[in-house]
C-alpha cells in the first residue's frame, strides 16, 4: 500500500506525555521522529548532540529512568510515560553549578564541549550508584562515549572529583 492509498502511513502520530528535566510534556509526535530530534527541535533542548545518528559516538546520550540510552536510536514514542533528563536538569546558573558540572570546569573534563552533556550524564549515572570505582573503572564506564579532544583522563579526574564532591568529602 502506498502513502497514496493510505494518508496515514506518511502521516501517522501519535500523542505522548513524558516527563522531561521535571517537567510533563505532552505533544504529538511522528511515529518515525527520534528521541533526540524531538528533543531539539520540539523542545529545544539542544544539548542533545548528534555526531554519527547510529548509536556509535555516544554523544546523543540521555539518561531514561535513570539510565543512559543513545537518543538517536530511540523513537520518542517509546519514551511516553517515562522520564527524560538531559544536561539541562543539572543547573542553568552559571553561579550555581551542579557539582558535576563544577567538577568538569575544574578539572579540564571538557574542551571542544561536544561529548560534554553526555559524559555529564553518564557520570551522574555512575555516581548515582554510590560505589568508588578505579580510574580504569570509570574510563571503562565512560567508553561508550567518544571523546575526539581531551584524551579521556581530565574526564575520568572530573568524575573522580564529582564523586568525592556528592560524597561531601570535597
Not at 553518564?122 to 580504569?136: A, M, N, V, Y
Amino acid at each position: 500500500m502506498t502513502t497514496a492509498e493510505n494518508p496515514a502511513i506518511a502521516s501517522d502520530t501519535r500523542t505522548i506525555t513524558l516527563r522531561v528535566n521535571g517537567r510533563e510534556v505532552t505533544r504529538a509526535v511522528s511515529t518515525r521522529t527520534t528521541l533526540s530530534d524531538f528533543l531539539r527541535d520540539d523542545l529545544d533542548l539542544v544539548s542533545v548532540h548528534l555526531g554519527c545518528e547510529h548509536g556509535v559516538c555516544g554523544c546523543c546520550t540521555v539518561l531514561l529512568d535513570g539510565e543512559s540510552v543513545r537518543s538517536c536510536l530511540m523513537l520518542a514514542v517509546q519514551a511516553r510515560g517515562h522520564e527524560v533528563e538531559t544536561v539541562e536538569s543539572l543547573s542553568a546558573d552559571q553561579n550555581n553549578l551542579h557539582p558535576i558540572q563544577q567538577s568538569f570546569a575544574e578539572e579540564q573534563g571538557l574542551q571542544c564541549g561536544f561529548c560534554t552533556p553526555a559524559m555529564v550524564l553518564r557520570c551522574k549515572e555512575l555516581l548515582g550508584e554510590r560505589r568508588e570505582r578505579t580510574d580504569e573503572e570509570v574510563r571503562r564506564e565512560i567508553s561508550g562515549i567518544l571523546c575526539r579532544c581531551t584524551g579521556y583522563q581530565n574526564i575520568v579526574n572530573a568524575v573522580q572529583n564529582a564523586g568525592r564532591k556528592l560524597a561531601g568529602e570535597a
